[in-house]
């Protein structure tokens, strides 16, 4: 046996018994079959100029060379820094999951975070907002987006471009019947994990 199919065996060696996972951008299993349902994802975008729109967003996530997913049980505290213990610069944050609608109606969900560069919220792959401005939307000031929803499965994505230094993103929910949002997270929210794509 070669010495090169050696190393190769033991680097699959490795990945089955230690369940190492080698990401690359826009491509990984990360959350598949997650009982947490909430999927945060970081990837280093270096940006020359804003995008316009949510293909130019795709285009600077998929030329992203270093990449890292966890499977998170709250939309709250989220940052690279706190998940990964890197430093939040010149990074794109997305953040997807799936929820069940209880009730019809209006739909409130309250975004706070720190986009230098962009920010975008995709429901059922429809885009509900886009913005090439610097926003900083602290935990008590933040953006509010209504969307009117069907009773049922919806898909939520969120993503946010940012230079530096990137603040801890906080998401929240509040039903057509609820008087106070309530941070999205397993608990609070029917919950499952999505794969769904960005428009």
Known sequence: MSEKRKIMRIFISLVLVLGFV????????????????ILFEVYNVFVAK?????????????????YN????E??????????FGKPDEDIA?????????????????ALSYDAGIASALIIDEKVVMFSDLDIWASYDKPIIMVVELK???HNFKFVALENCCGSPIRL??????????????????AIGHTTAGMP
């Open 151 to 153: 009773k049922g499965l």
């Open 69 to 72: 997913c966890a499977e998170v």
């Open 93 to 109: 944050y997305v953040i997807t999951f799936s929820f069940n609608a209880e009730t019809a109606g209006q739909w409130e969900f």
């Open 22 to 37: 080698v990401p690359c951008a826009g491509q990984t299993n990360c959350g598949k079959n997650s009982d947490k349902g």
């Open 50 to 66: 804003r995008p316009h729109d949510i293909n130019d967003i795709n285009n600077l996530l998929a030329g992203s060379a270093d």
């Open 74 to 83: 709250e939309a709250n505290g989220l940052n690279r820094q706190s998940i």
């Open 172 to 189: 929240g929910i509040k039903g057509p019947s609820e008087a106070d949002f309530k941070v999205i997270s397993t608990t609070n929210l």
